[in-house]
């Protein structure tokens, strides 16, 4: 079942900009987790972002919180061709003894050279 | 380098002939789970093994099983495939509880 929604659904910016996408989710939550996938390729864990925090960096991504807007947003700063991917967030629900993530949509982001 | 590996990468069937799909994992990790994923859309669990307890979502197909004969390895058998069931086919494993899933590079399935 997914209940993340996930927009834009498609972005496409230029090199150097800043890529914004932004996640919303129904169920309380124990973590959020972003994820990439590059096309035809498996997915590949980006950051995970624990229900008591409110903003996590990794690198060139920036990744908050608010739990009280249900939602969570990932924002890739100075963008590159090599960041066009799809990016997933997923929750991991707090219901019991629940192992599985409930994953978004997903944005198709596009970085033109 | 410890990973999760998924055979065969690209996998051709004919329209109810049986198929299995392979993964296996060098992290010794408790939580495997099988994904299908079709184009544009997110993975769509179908099932997950904790140890050896097997874990099957409600809307899974009866046409697809899977088996766990140890903690490295965990199979994914298609006992009669259709059409509707070309997609990839995403491997991953956790420790469980509410850690990072890491994924293997999928195995495309196209039905004939």
């Known amino acids: 079942s997914q209940q993340g929604e996930e927009d834009p659904q498609a972005l496409s910016i230029q090199e150097g900009e800043n890529a914004t996408m932004n996640c919303s989710y129904k169920t309380s939550i124990n973590n959020l987790q972003w994820y990439r996938q590059n096309s035809g390729r498996g997915l590949v864990h980006l950051i995970l972002i624990r229900s008591n925090e409110r903003e996590k960096h990794s690198g060139r991504l920036r990744v908050t919180l608010d739990t009280s807007k249900k939602s969570s947003s990932l924002l890739i700063t100075a963008s590159r061709a090599a960041d066009t991917a799809s990016y997933f967030c997923?929750?991991?629900?707090?219901?019991?003894?629940?192992?599985?993530?409930?994953w978004g949509l997903g944005t198709s982001l596009a970085v033109n050279p | 380098d410890a990973m999760v590996i998924q055979n065969p990468r690209y996998q051709v069937t004919q329209f109810g002939k049986p198929v299995t799909l392979s993964c296996s994992q060098t992290l010794n990790h408790n939580v495997m789970y099988w994904y299908q994923q079709k184009s544009s859309q997110a993975p769509k669990l179908l099932f997950h093994?904790?140890?050896?307890?097997?874990?099957n979502e409600a809307d899974t197909p009866d046409n697809f099983q899977s088996r766990r004969p140890n903690t490295s390895f965990c199979f994914l058998d298609i006992r009669s495939p259709g059409l509707g069931d070309a997609a990839m086919y995403l491997c991953?494993?956790?420790?469980?509880?509410?850690?990072?899933?890491?994924f293997g590079p999928g195995t495309r399935l196209t039905v004939l």
């Open positions: 997923a929750t991991e629900n707090n219901a019991g003894n629940n192992r599985k993530l409930i």
């Open positions: 991953a494993t956790s420790r469980g509880g509410t850690d990072t899933q890491y």
């Open positions: 093994y904790y140890d050896k307890d097997f874990n």
